[in-house]
């Protein structure tokens, strides 16, 4: 799957915010939650995210997630990396 094509199928599954980011390599954040649901596309380098287990590397071509809420940590390896990252936030009920 391509970036485009990712892009796409990030828009018919609702993802409200998609970008492609230039990430600098640096440790991680330390465990944490956000307040949206993330899915990513590695271009380049090296993304690593820990969830419930062991960490995982996504490497070019591999995709990655994180439900909303969900308790993880995020790295990125010394080669730095370039991803396609869509944001999909809940709807609140007023």
């Given at each position: 799957m391509n970036a485009h094509e990712?892009?796409?199928?990030l828009k018919a599954d609702g993802f409200q915010e998609i970008g492609l980011e230039k990430l600098d390599p640096r440790p991680g954040k330390g465990r944490h939650r956000h307040h949206f649901e993330i899915r990513g596309?590695?271009?380049s380098g090296t993304?690593?995210?820990?969830?419930?287990?062991?960490?995982?590397?996504?490497?070019?071509g591999q995709v990655f997630s994180v439900a909303e809420g969900e308790?993880?940590?995020?790295w990125i390896e010394a080669d730095g990396a370039?991803?396609?990252?869509?944001?999909?936030?809940?709807?609140?009920?007023s």
């Open positions: 990712f892009e796409q199928q596309l590695v271009i993304f690593v995210v820990r969830q419930a287990g062991e960490p995982v590397a996504y490497r070019s308790l993880h940590d995020e370039h991803v396609v990252i869509g944001r999909k936030f809940s709807k609140t009920e």
